[in-house]
Nanobody, 117 residues
Framework: QVQLVESGGESVQPGGSLRLSCAAS????????MAWFRQAPGNQRELVAAITSGGTTWYADSVKGRFTISKDNAKNTGYLQMNSLKPDDTAVYYC???????????WGQGTQVTVSS
């Protein structure tokens, strides 16, 4: 069993930056694939960024070049660095870990990111 707790979401102006954290317990994140999803009101949940256990990363086109996903194995914590934030980035952000049969098995509770002037 893996527990994931996100933090770092807040309100920020367009062009600003935030770093979301995903603290894991129960298993080492170094052995797991991890991802960040987001869901805005009225929209479906979308995959934003992912990182394999080996460190290979993937980004949605909408965030490529602005967001960076990473893991700190010593802290057993994943991160999503978000730069040049836009109002369209406003959403609840969720971290997820451990892909089983094509789906992420463990999810955090979400953290709200609001980008507004």
């Amino acid at each position: 069993q893996v527990q994931l707790v996100e933090s770092g979401g807040e309100s920020v102006q367009p062009g600003g930056s935030l770093r979301l954290s995903c603290a894991a317990s129960g298993r080492a994140l170094s052995s797991l694939a991890m991802a960040w999803f987001r869901q805005a009101p009225g929209n479906q949940r979308e995959l934003v960024a992912a990182i394999t256990s080996g460190g290979t990363t993937w980004y949605a086109d909408s965030v490529k070049g602005r967001f960076t996903i990473s893991k700190d194995n010593a802290k057993n914590t994943g991160y999503l660095q978000m730069n040049s934030l836009k109002p369209d980035d406003t959403a609840v952000y969720y971290c997820a870990a451990d892909v089983v049969l094509g789906s992420y098995r463990y999810w955090g509770q979400g953290t709200q990111v609001t980008v507004s002037s």
